[in-house]
């Protein structure tokens, strides 16, 4: 048997072993001859550097369906593969088909996971949601988030029919992910700029309103300070007019007493 070769790397499935730190001079008889031992061997691919003519230090090799491979890994890195244990295996995980990931944008800062699938399950199988955390308290994201459908015709679908949609107050944008929205332009930050700018705005305007909240009190505060003041006033006025009052009557008490 001899293993087809490719130096290019392709879609791969889950029986799929990926071997790297290999000797840059390993070929892929060494490769064959260490792996045949666990089963038949569907695909060898050892990547080149063509200007040097050595390999780039790490290879897949892919096996048939009736092989069982969780195994293999561990064993592998035991072996001696062109002159050298190799410093890496794993099972290779299946790459996921192009133009099945959807970028949402201008999200509402508290939007959820659950709330963005729900939303795109109408127009297919999402297969994950993903959406960076926000560095700020009370934000849920960061303003923007990453759908993966199960097929390119779903994730078209759901661009196409929730492009603009209002969602918590907030017009969304949609586009397949990589490519930028209509109407942002063409450089990735700007996204990243948009959106923490708009945060900012959130914030500030959150915080202007406890502010002017605080003014509020502070001049309710002050209101009733001068009430109670005021009245503090009155009571020293009436006293003082009281005193009065009973100097008078003292004093009429004494002009009758001289009198008499």
């Known amino acids: 048997f001899a293993p087809a070769v490719s130096t290019q790397l392709r879609s791969f499935s889950t029986q799929t072993i990926f071997i790297g730190g290999l000797d840059r001079n390993t070929t892929t008889a060494d490769l064959e001859q260490a792996c045949s031992p666990y089963g038949d061997i569907v695909d060898i691919r050892l990547p080149?550097?063509?200007?040097?003519?050595?390999?780039?230090?790490?290879?897949?090799?892919?096996?048939?369906?009736?092989?069982?491979?969780?195994?293999?890994?561990?064993?592998?890195?035991?072996?001696?593969?062109?002159?050298?244990?190799?410093q890496n295996v794993k099972v290779a995980?299946?790459?996921?088909?192009?133009?099945?990931?959807?970028?949402?944008?201008?999200?509402?800062?508290?939007?959820?996971?659950?709330?963005?699938?729900?939303?795109?399950?109408?127009?297919?199988?999402?297969?994950?949601?993903?959406?960076?955390?926000?560095?700020?308290?009370?934000?849920?994201?960061?303003g923007f988030c990453f759908v993966?459908?199960?097929?390119?015709?779903?994730?078209?679908?759901?661009?196409?029919?929730l492009n603009s949609k209002n969602v918590e107050g907030f017009n969304i944008t949609t586009s397949l992910a990589g490519k930028p929205s209509h109407?942002?332009?063409?450089?990735?930050?700007?996204?990243?700029?948009?959106?923490n700018q708009r945060y900012d705005n959130q914030r500030y305007d959150q915080q202007y309103d406890q502010q002017y909240d605080r003014r509020d009190n502070q001049r309710?505060?002050?209101?009733?300070?001068?009430r109670q003041y005021d009245r503090r006033d009155n009571q020293r006025y009436d006293n003082q007019?009281?005193?009065?009052?009973?100097?008078r009557r003292d004093n009429q008490r004494y002009d009758n007493q001289q009198y008499d």
């Open 220 to 226: 309710y505060d002050n209101q009733q300070y001068d």
């Open 183 to 195: 109407h942002r332009g063409f450089n990735s930050g700007y996204d990243q700029r948009y959106d």
């Open 241 to 247: 007019q009281y005193d009065r009052q009973y100097d």
């Open 48 to 86: 080149m550097n063509n200007h040097l003519e050595l390999n780039k230090g790490y290879a897949f090799v892919k096996f048939g369906e009736e092989v069982v491979i969780d195994k293999i890994p561990e064993d592998l890195l035991t072996k001696t593969i062109g002159g050298k244990a190799p």
């Open 148 to 161: 993966t459908f199960n097929s390119p015709d779903h994730a078209q679908s759901a661009i196409a029919a």
């Open 93 to 142: 995980l299946e790459e996921v088909p192009k133009n099945v990931k959807m970028h949402i944008g201008n999200l509402n800062f508290s939007t959820t996971k659950e709330q963005i699938k729900e939303l795109c399950q109408e127009y297919g199988e999402v297969m994950s949601v993903s959406m960076p955390p926000s560095q700020f308290e009370g934000s849920t994201n960061r």
